[in-house]
């Protein structure tokens, strides 16, 4: 089993940047891969990246490619989520995702909102 909390959600102004968190607590050394996902009030969950936790190779949708950054920090079983030129359209609750040997998990999501 595998449990995950974001941190870093909050209110930012358009252009802005905000950093997410994703800690992992449990079985770590199962977790391969951790992606990102977001829904937007009264829209689909919608994919957006993902970061092989081994090699640290990432891939993006083209929404976010140029704008955002995954990274991990293994040894703080952590992976962040660096959100730069933040647009209005990037307001939604951002959840992380993990795949493991043993299944996958979603966190709770942390709520992100882009408004002057």
């Known amino acids: 089993q595998v449990q995950l909390v974001e941190s870093g959600g909050g209110l930012v102004q358009p252009g802005g940047s905000l950093r997410l968190s994703c800690e992992a607590s449990?079985?770590?050394?199962?977790?391969?891969?951790m992606a990102w996902h977001r829904q937007a009030a009264g829209k689909e969950r919608e994919w957006f990246g993902v970061?092989?936790?081994?090699?640290?190779?990432?891939n993006y949708a083209d929404s976010v490619k140029g704008r955002f950054t995954i990274s991990r920090d293994n040894a703080k079983k952590t992976v962040f989520l660096q959100m730069n030129s933040l647009k209005p359209e990037d307001t939604a609750v951002y959840y992380c995702?993990?795949?493991?040997?043993?299944?996958?998990?979603w966190g709770q999501g942390t709520q992100v909102t882009v408004s002057s």
């Open positions: 995702y993990a795949y493991t040997v043993r299944g996958n998990f």
């Open positions: 970061i092989n936790t081994n090699s640290g190779n990432t």
């Open positions: 449990g079985n770590y050394s199962t977790i391969y891969a």
